[in-house]
């Protein structure tokens, strides 16, 4: 039920909302169906699991009041609706895109060309300080502060605006390696795509013909297994898999989400989701454990992805958005 509303609200909003918030949406719309399954079905072993807690773990659990949910739920509505107003409403979106500054890269504007010899735009490049979805996150995110500082009175979770920058500044320094990671990965995309390698091996492996495209979700599951992040694996890949669709005659469209959902399966095996996975439950040096558990499911859950990613290619190809 769960795994059906998620998949069914990011097509939602992919399709008809925005696709900065399919994951939000469909996290959402996975806990309204999980709460209404708890409602009617009880897993095996709750009761144990609940009687191991410790007494302050079983106090907090059992003073859920709609009113402390509620203030659980907000952040995640919060940032729908800052994602909503800033992408449906036309004079607020063109305001942030407005504060967007364009930067010519030195000694690359002008200079790189396109097959047919037109400059390639990409070499500017768009600072969108306020557009951007990391800064409407962020925004979102101060928002928060001020409501609980102002609202949260019980003194469980004492928090002020203070405390919530203070907390953001030790989120940049925990992830500074892991910014770098992706920064340095991003740079090698720009440089495997301008140099033309990406397209070349996109021409390569087009000459696998209709079994690539059973195969393409591979890509983008093993760039996420190795750099622990989908987008990383999407900048490697993304042109690859455009250029094979295009030689192939697939919908390069299918092709490059393809790639995004193969990472999303491969990220449960990343060393990154392996290490934050046993810290959240205490087993901290036994990555190692996890992973023989969850690679299986890994692997089932890819052949799946590489199944319906071939079936909607020719059997399925209603499912597909029409092209424009």
């Not at 305001?95 to 930067?103: C, H, W």
């Not at 000694?107 to 951007?132: I, N, Q, R």
């Not at 409407?136 to 203070?162: K, N």
């Not at 996890?290 to 089932?300: A, C, D, E, K």
Request: charged share 10%; net charge neutral.
């Amino acid at each position: 039920m769960r795994s059906a509303s998620f998949a069914v609200a990011i097509w939602l909003a992919s399709t008809y909302f925005s696709y900065e918030l399919t994951d939000v949406v469909a996290s959402l719309v996975s806990l309204a169906a999980a709460v209404l399954l708890l409602r009617f079905w009880r897993p095996r072993g709750a009761e144990e699991a609940r009687q191991r807690l410790d007494a302050p773990a079983r106090a907090a659990a059992q003073d859920l009041t709609p009113g402390r949910i509620f203030m659980a739920v907000l952040p995640y509505i919060v940032v729908v609706a800052v994602f909503a107003l800033a992408k449906l409403v036309p004079s607020i979106t063109a305001a942030l895109n407005s504060a967007t500054a364009k930067i010519p890269w030195p000694g690359l504007d002008g200079h790189l060309v396109d097959a047919s010899g037109a400059p390639l735009a990409s070499t500017v490049y768009k600072f969108e300080w306020l557009a951007s979805p990391g800064t409407l996150l962020l925004i979102a995110g101060l928002i928060m502060a001020v409501v609980y500082s102002r609202f949260d009175h019980d003194g469980r979770f004492p928090l002020s605006v203070g405390n919530a920058l203070a907390e953001i500044g030790r989120c940049f320094a925990r992830m500074r390696w892991s910014a770098l990671t992706i920064v340095i990965v991003l740079s090698l995309a720009y440089v495997m795509n301008f140099s033309g390698q990406t397209v070349a091996m996109g021409t390569w492996v087009a000459g696998l013909g209709a079994a690539f495209v059973f195969l393409s979700p591979v890509l983008g599951w093993l760039g996420t297994a190795v750099t622990g992040s989908d987008t990383s694996a999407n900048a490697l890949f993304s042109t690859l898999q455009q250029t094979a669709a295009t030689n192939i005659g697939a919908d390069p469209a299918l092709l490059v989400a393809a790639n995004t959902s193969g990472g999303v399966v491969g990220k449960m095996i990343s060393p990154q989701s392996l290490a934050i996975a046993a810290t959240a439950v205490g087993m901290e040096g036994r990555e190692s454990e996890i992973l023989r558990r969850v690679v299986v499911w890994s692997l089932v859950l890819l052949l799946a992805v590489c199944t319906l990613v071939y079936l909607q290619s020719n059997v399925l190809a209603w499912m597909l958005p029409a092209a424009g």
